[in-house]
């Protein structure tokens, strides 16, 4: 993948908790879908690209893009830190072939 210096956990971690400034959030979610996209025409999903994905975006990529994931990026996204990404992982594995 080319190389990115705005990915969306990076925009997310520069944000403040509750008070985002104006147009950050709109900057985030853009980034979000550009970077799922971008995965997507490739075909496939890394363990790196499911490191520089925020929340929502492994969450989104666990549940509709689950078939495209490596190996490696489909254990990250099974033992995930938040609850939302692994039960997203885990419908997915069980639900779609090669449910690994």
Known sequence: MESIQETPRRIESGMKSRCPQRGQVERLY???????????????????????????????????????????ARAALRNDPHHQVRSSALISASSKSGGQ
């Open 30 to 72: 853009a980034e979000r879908e550009r970077y799922i996209d971008s995965c997507d025409a490739r075909g496939h999903f890394s363990l790196e690209n499911i490191h520089e994905l925020d929340r929502l975006g492994r969450v989104k990529v666990a549940s509709d893009h689950w078939e495209l994931c490596s190996e490696d």
